[in-house]
């Protein structure tokens, strides 16, 4: 339960922090919350020869509206200060409302909001609710700037799109839209462990009562967030009603979903659970954005 040797930086600015990033390459890892990564390094599972610490980085903790509308996270927040934020349970509900759900309040007191989404894990909450709001990633690296899209920045199992000396250091969340409704349900065996299966949802009406847009995304279903997209072509262009939801929740379990099977939970549960959440999380976005749903 001891980590391999390595050498440790703790640089109080991000320019330093970004010079040991781009000087070690793949033989550095960052230490964010260290809810992940440090119980892998004590396994032996990760074994870096260099951990770069992001903690004394004041620059990285804030959160605040942009000039567009957008709600900005730095990279560093404390979860837990996500999860208490008004700004956040004002302009990012789906986010307030998913919060709860990681974890312990221990852990979220250590992790942070961008850790985890970097993290990439494909069992956690973050990185499907990032995607389910089209969310954008600020990366840095010494040589520049880019801006990510949630849609291009999970790339496979505990992998993102960042390059070896970039670093995730601001998350925006576009604002929410007019007769816009959200939901985000999951079941695991008991609270705080990670989720059999989880379902993050946004639907937006337009002036006639029909769904112009809808987003689902699932957590635990494949190696990383899935984004049900045969369940959201149901949904577009339909007036919402229980037998719509009822399809779309069968295209996202029968085509969308490919689960595996664990001693947690077999795939064909998995899939049972995706067809509920699924059932559940629409007809509370739908109500949510201003439709009355009656079964």
């Known amino acids: 339960m001891k980590p391999a040797p390595f050498t440790y930086y703790a640089p109080n600015q991000l320019e330093e922090a970004l010079n040991l990033l781009a000087e070690h390459g793949y033989d550095a890892k960052v230490l964010a919350g260290g809810q992940s990564l440090v119980p892998t390094m004590n396994f032996r599972l990760a074994q870096p020869s260099v951990l770069v610490d992001l903690n004394r980085i004041s620059e990285l903790f804030y959160i605040h509206p942009g000039p567009d509308g957008d709600l900005l996270i730095g990279a560093m927040t404390r979860q837990s200060r996500v999860e208490h934020d008004p700004l956040v349970a004002g302009r990012a509900p789906l986010v307030h409302e998913a919060m709860p759900h990681i974890a312990h309040p221990q852990i979220r007191n250590r992790g942070t909001f961008g850790g985890c989404i970097a993290h990439a894990d494909p069992a956690a909450e973050l990185p499907a609710v990032s995607l389910a709001l089209d969310a954008r990633f600020r990366v840095r690296s010494r040589s520049g700037e880019r801006w990510i899209p949630a849609s291009e920045f999970f790339v496979g199992f505990f992998t993102t799109a960042l390059e070896p000396d970039e670093l995730l ?93 664990d001693i947690h939970a077999s795939a064909d549960y998995r899939r049972h659970l995706v067809r509920v959440l699924t059932r559940k999380t629409l007809q509370q976005a739908f109500e949510r954005a201003g439709m009355e749903m009656d079964e």
């Open 169 to 261: 250091v601001e998350i925006a969340l576009p604002p929410i839209p007019p007769r816009c409704g959200y939901s985000f349900q999951e079941v695991a065996r008991r609270h705080g462990d990670y989720a059999l299966v989880g379902v993050a949802a946004t639907v937006t009406l337009d002036q006639g009562g029909r769904c112009h847009h809808a987003r689902l995304v699932f957590l635990s279903v494949g190696d990383g967030p899935v984004e049900a997209r045969q369940a959201e072509e149901t949904l577009r262009g339909q007036v919402p009603s229980p037998e719509l939801i009822r399809a779309a929740a069968e295209a996202a379990a029968s085509t969308d979903v490919d689960p595996s099977s």
